[in-house]
């Protein structure tokens, strides 16, 4: 495995039309934006946040955004790390919020949502949908099952144009 593939291990909650309140059960819309320098004084590993989202903001290959409710821009609900390349975009890492994880989970539908952005980059870049990432091995064939996504041997997974667009027509009505 090349440096800085990290096997990712996001979970599909539910593909949702936005992210939805598990208690309310209330659906909000989303929005993803830039990750800035000022954002990073509230994602740290003591805030629970398992990746260095510095480093990967601080690689000028990569692009990371973030996903906050509409009008509440404060509250990172999740973050991604992209590289554009030539035909493709690639997912390098993709983490929920330590309150969007787990059974007390406060929102579902946050990595569906996350992934269809990146979906909808790679549209938006003229390669056709298509998004890869590698996985670990116990989540292949969720991915398979919850995004369409084609394993390509190893730990390589790439989502198809079909799917793709299925994702971004689920969650961006544009």
């Given amino acids: 495995m090349a440096m800085g593939q ?3 291990d996001f979970w599909i909650d539910d593909l949702t039309d936005s992210i939805r309140n598990r208690i ?17 004084k509230i994602i740290t590993k003591k805030a629970g946040w398992n990746f260095s989202w510095h480093t990967e903001l601080m690689d000028n290959s990569r692009e990371v955004f973030k996903l906050t409710i509409v009008n509440n821009p404060s509250v990172i609900q999740g973050l991604m790390s992209l590289t554009i390349e030539s035909d493709h975009i690639y997912m390098n890492l ?3 919020a330590p309150f ?13 949502n996350m992934v269809a952005y990146a ?3 790679s549209f938006r870049h003229g390669h056709e949908g298509f998004v890869a990432f590698t996985a670990k091995t116990k989540l292949i ?3 398979e099952t919850t995004l369409g996504a084609y394993h390509f041997g190893g730990h390589k997974m790439i989502i198809p144009t079909d799917a793709s ?3 971004v027509e689920k969650y961006f009505k544009t």
């Fill in 119 to 121: 979906c909808k980059l």
């Fill in 6 to 8: 990290e096997k990712l």
């Fill in 165 to 167: 667009k299925k994702l």
């Fill in 24 to 40: 309310s059960g209330d659906s909000f819309q989303t929005e993803v934006s830039r990750l800035t320098k000022n954002d990073l």
């Fill in 100 to 112: 969007n994880i787990g059974e007390g989970k406060l929102y579902e539908g946050v990595p569906g």
């Fill in 141 to 143: 064939k969720h991915y």
């Fill in 94 to 96: 993709l983490e929920s």
